[in-house]
Nanobody, 120 residues
Framework: QVQLVESGGGLVQAGGSLRLSCAAS????????MGWSRQAPGKQRQLVAT???????NYADSVKGRFTISRDNAKNTVYLQMNSLKPEDTAVYYC??????????????WGQGTQVTVSS
C-alpha cells in the first residue's frame, strides 16, 4: 500500500508565494519520478512539473521561471515552490509518484489534491 499526502495549499494574493509538499509512504522500493499536476474548474488536468530520481526536471511553459520543483529522496518527498502567483494558477494541485512498490511492481500513484486559490 502506497500513500501520497499533500500539504501547503491555501489562499494567496496575486504576486505571492506558496510551497506545496507531498510525502510518499508505504511499501516503496524505488521512486522513479514525482510530479505535480493541476486541475482548474471545468478544465482538464494539466502537468505542471516533474522531477526524476536523478534530479532532472521538466516544467509546463506557463510556470517556467515562477515555479521550482525539488525533491528529498531520503524522505520520499517532493516540493513545489510557487512564486509570482497569478489568478490563473488557481486550481486543485495533485501530486503523483511513478514508483516501484516493494510487492506491487511499477505503478503511478496520486494524492488527493490540495486547493490553491490566487486572488486578484
Amino acid at each position: 500500500q502506497v500513500q501520497l499526502v499533500e500539504s501547503g495549499g491555501g489562499l494567496v494574493q496575486a504576486g505571492g508565494s506558496l510551497r506545496l509538499s507531498c510525502a510518499a509512504s508505504g511499501s516503496i522500493f524505488s521512486i522513479i519520478a514525482m510530479g505535480w499536476s493541476r486541475q482548474a474548474p471545468g478544465k482538464q488536468r494539466q502537468l505542471v512539473a516533474t522531477i526524476l530520481s536523478g534530479g532532472g526536471t521538466n516544467y509546463a511553459d506557463s510556470v517556467k521561471g515562477r515555479f521550482t520543483i525539488s525533491r528529498d529522496n531520503a524522505k520520499n518527498t517532493v516540493y513545489l515552490q510557487m512564486n509570482s502567483l497569478k489568478p490563473e494558477d488557481t486550481a486543485v494541485y495533485y501530486c503523483n509518484a511513478d514508483l516501484i512498490g516493494t510487492y506491487s511492481g511499477r505503478n503511478n500513484y496520486w494524492g488527493q489534491g490540495t486547493q490553491v486559490t490566487v486572488s486578484s
